[in-house]
């Protein structure tokens, strides 16, 4: 829920930034000057493109904590059998006895999405981020195609 509510209050931020300094920006572009309608465009591009990633990851979030929810409803959530260290962190034997469960379930049901969702529950335990988000990518399309009752809700 933490995380949540920091995407919202910086994508808050961003739009913002964009209503403040929109004006100036115009104001630059107006001006006519190369140097004044390249500020400008900076002023007016980059944030764009933030609010752009921001609405990206957003979206990405919402669709997982769907999946989460639907996995929880079916009573489905998958269970990961870690040792963690005093810090709460697993550790790496353990979280890799599970990645192991989990790929090879993932391998043997490709199609299946909640294999995925999984499996990117153990990516994230081992610290493979990237490709935890691409396993959850994954399991967000394949879940779209396959299980309408996914999404619902």
Do not use: C, H
């Amino acid at each position: 829920m933490n995380a949540k509510i920091w995407a919202m209050v910086m994508a808050a931020l961003t739009i913002l930034y964009v209503l403040l300094l929109g004006d100036k920006a115009i104001i630059l572009i107006q001006s006519g000057r190369l140097a004044g309608v390249i500020m400008g465009s900076v002023l007016i591009v980059f944030p764009m493109v933030g609010i752009f990633g921001v609405f990206v990851e957003l979206r990405f979030g919402f669709r997982l904590e769907k999946l989460s929810k639907t996995l929880l409803t079916r009573g489905e959530y998958p269970e990961l059998q870690l040792d963690v260290r005093p810090s709460g962190r697993p550790t790496r034997v353990s979280a890799d006895a599970e990645f192991e469960r989990f790929s090879k379930a993932a391998e043997a049901n490709p199609e299946l999405w909640s294999a995925w969702f999984s499996l990117g529950l153990a990516y994230d335990a081992s610290g493979d981020r990237r490709r935890a988000r691409s396993a959850m990518r994954r399991a967000i399309r394949l879940a779209r195609a396959n299980d309408a009752g996914a999404f619902q809700g």
